[in-house]
C-alpha cells in the first residue's frame, strides 16, 4: 500500500511489472443518524482503498496508491440536517471528470474508484463511462479501465452471511464498519446504550422507495433506513471484525476479477485499418 512518496519515487515504481491502481476514495459529509459520524462514508471508502491495495500487494500482482478522496459530494435528499454538506451534481461531475483525467495523465494500469456514498453511484459509472469509451474511439494502443467498486456491493450477499437485511443509511452494517476503525474512543458505552435503545424504540421496517429524491426526514427515522444495531452475539469488535473481511474479500474478488477479464480482452486494442 503506497500512501506517501514523491514523484521520482512513483516514476521507478511505475517501471516495475504489474498493476499500477491508482485508488480513488469518494464518500460523503452527511448526516448518519443520531449516533453515527458525519464523515462515516469518508472512512469506510478510506479504509477499503487501504484494504484492497494491501491486498494488490500481497497477492502479488503489482502495487496500488491511495490517492486522496474526494470527500464533499451531492447529497441532496440529507442537506436539511445538521452538518451535511452537499454540492451541486453538475459541479460534482464536472469535478469528478476534472480529477479523473488528471489521474489518467500519469501511466498507471487503471483507476479503481472506491465508492461509500449511494447517492453518487450514477455519477462515477457515468464519468468512468464516458473516459473508458473515449480511450476506445481514440485507438489507443493500451486502453485502461475505471472500475467502480462500492462499499454496499456486498449487500445482496449480507443477509446469507450475517442472518440480518442491510439497511440503506446508517444502518448496522455502517455502524460496525465505522466501529471497527473509531473503536470505544468514539463508541463509548453511553453512545452504544444510546443507539441501541433508538434501534430498540422504533421500527425500521421501512421499504425503500422507487421514486428518488423524497428528502431523507420523511423516509427515514431521524435520519435511518434499516435496523441500526446488529443482531448478532458475539462481541461488536469481534462482528465489526467479521463485516470488514467480508467485505474486503469480497470486493477484492470483485477487483481482480473484473480487471484480469478487462485486461485479457480489451487492454489491447487492435491496430487501425489503414
Not at 504489474?18 to 464523515?39: K, N, T
Not at 490517492?67 to 454538506?85: A, I, S
Not at 452471511?161 to 442491510?166: I, L, M
Request: glycine residues 8%; charged residues 25%; negative net charge.
Amino acid at each position: 500500500m503506497r500512501t506517501h512518496y514523491s514523484y521520482r519515487q512513483l516514476k521507478e515504481w511505475l517501471k516495475d511489472p504489474g498493476w499500477h491502481l491508482a485508488l480513488l476514495p469518494v464518500g460523503c459529509y452527511e448526516q448518519h443518524g443520531p449516533e453515527l459520524p458525519l464523515d462515516t462514508d469518508i472512512l469506510e471508502s478510506t479504509e477499503l482503498a487501504r484494504r484492497l491495495a494491501r491486498r494488490v500487494a500481497e497477492k502479488g500482482l503489482g502495487r496500488a496508491y491511495c490517492l486522496p478522496g474526494l470527500n464533499y459530494t451531492p447529497t441532496e435528499p440529507n442537506k436539511d440536517f445538521e452538518g451535511t454538506v452537499s454540492i451541486a451534481s453538475d459541479s460534482f461531475r464536472a469535478y469528478l471528470e476534472a480529477v479523473l483525467r488528471g489521474i489518467l495523465r500519469t501511466q498507471y494500469t487503471g483507476i479503481v474508484i472506491v465508492n461509500g456514498h449511494g447517492s453518487v453511484d450514477s455519477l462515477l459509472k457515468e464519468a468512468s463511462f464516458k473516459l473508458v469509451l473515449e480511450q476506445f474511439e481514440a485507438g489507443l494502443d493500451t486502453v485502461r479501465p475505471i472500475l467502480c467498486l462500492n462499499t454496499y456491493d456486498v449487500w445482496s450477499q449480507v443477509e446469507g452471511r450475517f442472518g440480518q437485511p442491510p439497511g440503506r443509511h446508517a444502518d448496522w452494517a455502517e455502524f460496525l464498519m465505522t466501529f471497527q476503525l473509531l473503536g470505544e474512543d468514539y463508541y463509548d458505552g453511553e453512545r452504544c446504550r444510546r443507539l441501541h435503545e433508538f434501534s430498540q424504540r422504533h421500527d425500521f421496517a421501512l421499504r425503500f422507495p422507487k421514486v428518488l429524491g423524497i428528502p431523507a426526514q420523511l423516509r427515514s427515522v431521524d435520519g435511518v433506513q434499516g435496523e441500526p444495531w446488529p443482531r448478532g452475539s458475539q462481541p461488536l469488535a469481534e462482528q465489526a471484525q467479521d463485516y470488514w473481511t467480508f467485505v474486503e474479500e469480497v470486493c477484492f474478488d470483485s477487483l481482480k476479477q473484473e480487471l484480469t477479464y478487462f485486461q485479457d480482452q480489451f487492454a489491447a486494442q487492435p491496430p487501425k485499418a489503414g
